[in-house]
């Protein structure tokens, strides 16, 4: 028995034990993988990785050592399918494709959906794009820079060319006919377009309904009329706020003049829900964009601006501390405490502030309910900051023996994270009025007036009251 038929067995194994099908990727795989790549064992690989789906093949490439990338891919040969590529992290797939010729290139993008092939497309540089597309076919090169032509994250980048459409005047026996006689449907679809003359979608007609109706009964009698149309140049934020408000399965794209020209379907949304949601959590943490396989120096230079940004607001919080030099060096307690106030504001801001955020880009938090909201939150901090004002306040009394200084340290605690709820609500809104994407400065401007109104409160109190 060799190792291959071993590890087939005792997956088996597990599957019946469990109950369940193993998904996914685990380090032993990872590891038994690496160590036949350096042996050049392809027999072991391709018996292991038989089958794989695309995103976890893609994930097992991610995984490898750098050095191991292309060897694998030169093991696999015609076995990786084309889709691992768009799955591919996009700093890996850059590495992977700066050591294939365009041609290379080209082939696997022919067999790619159109959104994945101008999503791998786009980030290539303009003359690389240029050499690739030489290597592509007229009429599929066409289509392709039409696609690249949209907007970068608009519904053009999304859709799909490929698509059914019917005139209303057909009758079901027709539509299903020219179903089976055409040989370049889409490889899945949900429902069936009902265009007009001028080839503007008038209604749609989901496969169930088109398979229960009988023959002669016409498409205009049983379409739904009530459907969604998406603009070619909207937002990818907004149409996948559409497909999930009203559970869309998928939805016409259309033109400035109204006319079908492609369609959207849920798969594809739900990537970009998934992205949107990636990149508002790192926004939030002050990173542009996902590095964890970027280089060294790529990293450094996308994360320098906002540390940058994060070193002139604690300047500033700074210069309002030693506005009371004094009154820290006559008061020693002071300077043990007044970390305390900071944290607990710049914690409470940023609770609210990711509530705020998510709220907005929901469509939750309009300019109908902002105050209601706000006064929720606001009500949220008092009460929040009243408990904890009373245990760090005992706490602080009982430590430094002096009731003074936990009323000092309870009343700033007080203030200070009722303003972080106000600021952690009024930035974000502010910021998208603005046109600026809340997620990417929020947490800077909320943390900078926490740090600035804590470190005032505590200290201009403890001036106030023990000097």
Known sequence: MNDAQEHREEDAAV??????????????????????????????????????????????????????????????????????????????????????????????????????????????????????????????????????????????????????????????????????????????????????????????????????????????????????????????????????????????????????????????????????????ILRLGGVSEDDLFGSVMSTTRARFLWLFVNLLTAIAASVAIGLFDATMEAIIALAVLMPIVASMGGNAGTQTLTVAVRALATKELTAGNMLRILSKETMVAFLNGSIFAVLIGIVAWLWFSSLNIGLIIALAMIVNIIVAAVAGMIVPVTLDRMKIDPAIASSVFVTTVTDIVGFVAFLGLATIVLL
């Open 15 to 280: 599957g019946e034990d469990s109950g369940t099908r193993f998904y996914g990727l685990n380090d032993e795989i990872v590891q038994e993988i690496q160590e036949a790549i350096e042996r050049e064992d392809a027999a072991l690989i391709y018996e292991r990785l038989a089958d794989w789906h695309s995103a976890d093949m893609a994930d097992l490439i991610e995984q490898l050592k750098p050095k191991l990338r292309l060897p694998f891919l030169q093991i696999m040969g015609e076995r990786v399918d084309p889709d691992v590529y768009s799955d591919l992290d996009e700093n890996v797939r850059e590495h992977l494709v700066d050591d294939m010729e365009p041609a290379e290139i080209a082939a696997f993008l022919n067999e790619l959906e159109l959104d994945d092939a101008v999503d791998v497309l786009e980030s290539f540089e303009e003359d690389e794009q240029r050499e690739v597309l030489k290597e592509i076919p007229a009429d599929e090169r066409v289509v392709l820079q039409e696609g690249l032509s949209y907007g970068e994250d608009s519904a053009g980048r999304l859709m799909q060319r490929n698509l059914i459409a019917v005139p209303e005047y057909w009758d079901i026996g027709q539509t299903i006919d020219y179903m089976r006689d055409t040989d370049d449907l889409p490889d899945e679809f949900y429902e069936i377009f009902v265009v007009d003359p001028r080839h503007h979608p008038i209604g749609t007609l989901s496969l169930n309904r088109a398979m229960r109706s009988k023959r002669q009964v016409l498409v205009r009698d049983i379409m739904d009329t009530e459907q969604k149309l998406i603009p070619v140049d909207m937002d990818q934020e907004e149409v996948a706020y559409l497909f999930q408000q009203y559970r869309l399965a998928s939805a016409a794209v259309v033109n400035e003049d109204g006319a079908l020209i492609g369609v959207i379907t849920v798969d594809d949304i739900v990537d970009v829900i998934s992205e949107e949601a990636e990149e508002d």
